[in-house]
């Protein structure tokens, strides 16, 4: 039996040297190629700062704790639950909105709806690879004088209207070895604002604000002061090596994934008891799941039953949704309506940058045969 896992990371033999120079080196914590993903990333996405962290849930954390936000936070109740998390241990409290019911992203009529005078921020999580209506939230978070903490795990290199994913406010990335780009494990915060930037790169640290190898080249390069309680949310030296090689691979990875989006597109597109994604006019959308919307005439469970049993690695993003979870069932929330229907028939398919059009056939024939 034919077997096509959910994802495979795009990994070659310059990861492979890359990471080896740094193993080699001896210098395994963070480091100097932290500085150049840095950098690099920086400059990928035409912003001042880049941060890099061990994960994109310590990225969205400090966002908020560097802010010190500590009113209501507003996000959407469908995605993973680490969204809600970094709100919560930051010291905030999450407040879930509805998505729409084409991008399954955050509505921004539902954002509006939920505001009092004690909401801070905005997080809209973009959705597989596609951007929120950032413009829609923008004007709403300049109206009510709002901070935007964008959750851009999903949407590493994606666009809305031209400009990147995650730099209309503080933007955090994540590098799970599912991503767009990968270290296995890690994160990426983005911003422009320089007294931000100062304080997540001091809190990641222990609150210490020079690295060990920022230090190297001090006097004193044992003198290691916090100036407030951090913690260790450090990305090594090994990871970031690896990030640097996915970073330069990146936009071509990612036009891949648009070519296999491409051929599932032309394949489901007739299928009357499917929808394909929705992709916005002024959206560049890079695919980091590919989803499909069922009929309610279909048992979504027993659907991505067979597919695995078929050797189709298909999965759910995203169920239960967050509200729904018993840590979260009291917050509060506006309707669900749309959210409850999504994460009941939605079904993520497998695509990665070199999936072969021979495995998204099979993937279609059993759909096909599934669906009839």
């Not at 503080?170 to 296995?184: D, I, Q």
């Not at 190898?213 to 990305?235: H, P, Q, T, V």
């Not at 491409?262 to 929808?275: A, E």
């Not at 799941?289 to 009929?295: E, K, Q």
């Amino acid at each position: 039996m034919r077997k096509i896992p959910l994802c495979i990371p795009e990994i070659d033999e310059r990861e492979i040297e890359t990471v080896s120079d740094v193993i080699r080196s001896g210098w395994l914590a963070h480091g100097e190629m932290n500085k150049k993903l840095e950098e690099n990333f920086a400059k990928y996405m035409g912003v001042k700062h880049a941060i890099s962290m061990n994960s994109c849930a310590s990225c969205l954390h400090l966002a908020v704790e560097a802010q010190g936000i500590k009113g209501e936070v507003i996000l959407p109740s469908f995605t993973f639950v680490a969204s809600a998390n970094a709100v919560v241990k930051a010291g905030a409290v999450p407040v879930f909105a509805d998505i729409e019911d084409d991008t399954y992203t955050i509505d921004p009529k539902e954002i509006e709806k939920l505001i009092t005078d004690r909401t801070e921020a905005i997080m809209p999580v973009h959705f597989a690879g596609q951007c929120a209506d950032m413009d829609s939230i923008m004007r709403i978070a300049n109206k009510y004088n709002l901070k935007v903490i964008e959750d851009s795990a999903e949407d590493i290199g994606g666009e809305y209207n031209g400009k990147k994913a995650g730099t209309f406010g503080v933007g955090c990335y994540s590098l799970f070895a599912t991503k767009n780009m990968t270290t296995g494990e890690g994160g990426l915060l983005t911003t422009d604002d320089d007294e931000i930037a100062e304080k997540v790169r001091t809190l990641l640290g222990h609150g210490i604000r020079k690295t060990t190898y920022d230090r190297e080249s001090m006097k004193k390069a044992w003198y290691r002061s916090a100036d407030m309680a951090g913690y260790n949310f450090r990305l090594s030296n090994v990871l970031a090596a690896m990030g640097t090689v996915q970073l330069d691979k990146l936009d071509d990875m990612n036009r891949k994934r648009q070519e296999v989006a491409g051929i599932y597109n032309d394949l489901l597109k007739d299928n009357k008891k499917i929808k394909i994604p929705f992709v916005r006019e002024n959206s560049y959308h890079v695919y980091q799941m590919y989803t499909i919307f069922l009929d309610e005439s279909i048992d979504r469970d027993e659907f991505v039953t067979k597919l695995n049993e078929n050797g189709i690695g298909a999965s759910v993003h995203f169920a239960p949704s967050v509200h729904e979870m018993p840590v979260y069932k009291d917050s509060r929330r506006g309707s669900m309506a749309v959210t409850e229907r999504v994460n009941k028939h939605i079904v993520t398919l497998p695509i990665y940058p070199r999936m072969a059009k021979e495995d998204v056939e099979y993937v279609v024939d059993n759909i096909e045969k599934f669906t009839k």
